[in-house]
């Protein structure tokens, strides 16, 4: 059985990406969490934290959400590396730097046992 972590209450993971996922930033909380050290993750794409248990389906809407403008939020479950996961309130924000350039901000928290559990009976539903 995999090992969950569980992140505390101060805890606030930030990311950045181009816009096709690769990461650009990383905060002190994200990386402590995942298990990485910010330069294993500067250059590679932000999928190197997905579970397997996520359904393809909430990824599809997510990026449909931001590459049209809009925010979006959802409940995920990520890996950490060498094994074990932790789920996550997640925040997604489209935004333009240096006048063109696209790409995207991740700002999550901790998800309470009630949003981890309703996530976890919708992703049942999803391919």
Same mark, same amino acid.
């Given at each position: ?41 500067? $250059? /590679? ?6 579970? +397997? ?5 909430? &990824?599809?809407?997510?990026?449909? !959400? %931001?590459?049209? $403008? /809009? ?6 479950? +990520? ?5 074990? &996961?932790?789920?996550?309130?997640? !925040? %997604? ?35």
């Amino acid at each position: 059985m995999e090992r969950e972590y569980t992140l505390s209450e101060g805890d606030f993971l930030v990311s950045e990406t181009d816009e096709k996922g690769v990461i650009t930033f990383a905060n002190e909380d994200f990386c402590a969490i995942a298990g990485y050290k910010r330069e294993e993750l500067l $250059g /590679k794409n932000h999928n190197i934290v997905r579970h +397997n248990d996520m359904p393809k389906a909430a &990824f599809k809407d997510l990026w449909q !959400t %931001v590459q049209s $403008g /809009k925010v979006w939020t959802g409940i995920v479950k +990520n890996a950490v590396k060498g094994g074990g &996961f932790y789920w996550v309130f997640a !925040t %997604v924000y489209p935004m333009i730097s240096c006048g063109s350039k696209r790409g995207y901000m991740s700002c999550r928290r901790m998800a309470t046992r009630d949003e981890i559990k309703k996530a976890e009976e919708l992703y049942k539903t999803l391919n």
